[in-house]
């Protein structure tokens, strides 16, 4: 089946830690996003990567690092300067061509620090 | 910057009735593109409807359907009879057309009464 996998689902991260979530897809998809939800609250972006080997800063970078090392992987990693690093995460991919304006999503991941 | 709020925080249907959430937008763009989508308890965004700005006739996905005011800046969900899987959270969404960003409000919660 075409689509976006996460994973853990959830992950458990200690103090000082650095922990990836990964995001994968088999959509062929070029460009792929890293969101953040807060209970409650709609998504806020924090990184995007229209190419491999290129990738930009949404609006809440500090604290997360990303690669791009194959079109069909988008790992994020939360580091220790991410301060309140609990929250889920979802990752989208689109298309450039074609529908190229809709996003779509994995099943997230649920990351909780002990 | 572009904002989109929902104001109803919300809201409660009887099943195979009909309920309509309010979004709101705020832009500058002549060009882009409105999403809503569905986070059921498992979490996952999944895409209920878009619309093109270009496009004045209003889009419709089976029981979804939209009322785009482009002037007014709004764009509103209807979802015609009911289903108990219709019960969700529910985020409108705006990017600009060739954007990555898409900006999300902050939720409508429907509740489905049997």
């Known amino acids: 089946d075409g689509g976006i996998t996460q994973s853990p689902k959830y992950l458990f991260r200690k103090e000082g830690q650095n922990v990836t979530l990964s995001c994968e897809q088999n959509?062929?998809?070029?460009?792929m996003y890293w969101y953040r939800q807060d209970p409650g609250q709609g998504l806020r972006l924090i990184y995007y990567?229209?190419?491999?080997?290129?990738?930009q800063k949404g609006d809440i970078a500090e604290g997360y690092s990303v690669s791009r090392e194959k079109k069909e992987s988008f790992p994020l990693t939360v580091t220790s300067a991410q301060k309140n690093p609990t929250a889920f995460y979802l990752c989208?991919?689109?298309?450039?061509?074609?529908?190229?304006?809709?996003?779509?999503f994995g099943p997230g991941t649920r990351l909780l620090v002990l | 910057a572009q904002t989109v709020t929902q104001s109803q925080p919300e809201m409660s249907v009887q099943e195979a009735e009909t309920v309509t959430l309010s979004c709101t937008y705020d832009?500058?763009?002549?060009?882009?593109?409105l999403f809503w989508y569905k986070q059921p308890p498992s979490r996952q965004m999944i895409l209920v409807i878009r619309q093109e700005a270009y496009k004045q006739q209003n889009a419709t996905e089976n029981r979804f359907s939209v009322n785009f005011q482009k002037a007014a800046k709004s764009f509103s969900l209807k979802i015609s009879d009911s289903q108990l899987g219709d019960a969700a959270m529910y985020f409108c969404a705006y990017i600009e057309a060739a954007g990555n960003k898409l900006t999300f409000g902050g939720g409508t919660r429907v509740l489905v009464k049997p």
């Open positions: 832009t500058s763009e002549s060009d882009y593109y």
């Open positions: 990567s229209q190419i491999v080997n290129d990738f």
């Open positions: 989208a991919s689109r298309a450039l061509t074609g529908d190229q304006e809709t996003q779509y």
């Open positions: 959509l062929n998809h070029d460009a």
